[in-house]
């Protein structure tokens, strides 16, 4: 008879179990019916017509979500510095991905002739005046029903090439981006500026702020939370690009702050 009873017990504890396991589920984007479509595009031109010519080239690989509903989501997300520079923001015409990057490829391009063609003239360095842009777009799961957007940007001019990450985050649910006054409460600025600085001290072995200063990082500008950011499951991560908060030889500087940490500064 006990043993029945601790059998019945032991089912009821695994049903729970499986309850609440099943409650803390995040559906995923399959399950949510989520189809992305991936955008292919390149470009370019000469300076000029000469046979030796300089030229630019543009190379353009963005994801999109091919959902009919999700249209608006699209357009934002071109409009927020995933394509740049921001030629879409002069105008408030809905455009499909296709039609807004060969746009953007083509004002790069005519500006690309524009301003180089007296540069070239002047100076005569043909491999200053070659240059190329490249872009990169993935899609990640964030937190809840929320996607990560992260398009990695590589400009290049001669030689020297430069590339940064632009991150945004989807709210499914809303079907818009999120920005850091819709996940914080008023006033939060100082309190995520103290969290990063805790973290990014902990992350870089510095006991104090003073150490950190001296290691070369907020030198010339006051800690703050970043609008370039990835919501994840468990922690919000800060993305600074290369020579933002830090001297450029560190590179793209990344800090992970815990939910738990900043739980009091968070919108409910």
């Known amino acids: 008879m006990y043993g029945m009873r601790y059998s019945i017990l032991t ?3 695994l049903a729970l179990c499986l309850v609440a396991a099943g409650c803390r589920h995040k559906p995923t984007m399959r399950e949510m019916g989520i189809v992305l ?28 979500l091919a959902n009919k509903e999700y249209a608006p989501v699209n357009d934002s997300l071109l409009r927020s510095g995933i394509l740049s520079p921001e030629y879409l923001s002069l105008t408030d015409t809905t455009l499909t991905p296709q039609v807004a990057v060969d746009s953007f490829i083509k004002r790069y391009c005519d500006d ?29 799961e964030g937190k809840d029903s929320i996607l990560c957007y992260k398009g ?30 819709d996940l914080f409460v008023h006033g939060a600025e100082r309190g995520l500026s103290e969290a990063i600085t805790r973290q990014l001290m902990r992350q870089t072995a510095n006991k104090t702020e003073t150490q950190l200063r001296e290691a070369g990082y907020f030198i010339n500008v006051e800690p703050y939370p970043t609008s370039n950011f990835i919501l994840g499951d468990r922690s919000v991560t800060f ?10 030889e560190k590179g793209e500087i990344q800090v992970e702050v815990k939910y738990s940490d900043i739980k009091h500064l968070m919108r409910q």
């Not at 030689?159 to 809303?174: E, G, K, M, P």
């Open 11 to 13: 089912l009821f504890i």
């Open 239 to 248: 993305v600074y690009v290369t020579g933002e908060i830090a001297d450029r």
């Open 152 to 181: 990695v940007i590589t400009t290049r001019q001669g030689a020297i090439s430069t590339t940064y990450t632009v991150c945004r985050n989807i709210d499914l649910a809303h079907k818009r981006l999120l920005t850091l006054d």
């Open 37 to 64: 479509d991936t955008l292919q595009a390149k470009g370019g031109t000469p300076l000029s017509d000469s046979v030796s010519t300089p030229r630019c080239d543009v190379d353009i690989q963005l994801v999109t």
């Open 112 to 140: 690309y002739r524009t301003f180089y063609t007296g540069l070239y003239g002047e100076e005569g360095d043909a491999e200053a005046a070659s240059i190329g842009y490249l872009l990169r777009t993935s899609i990640e």
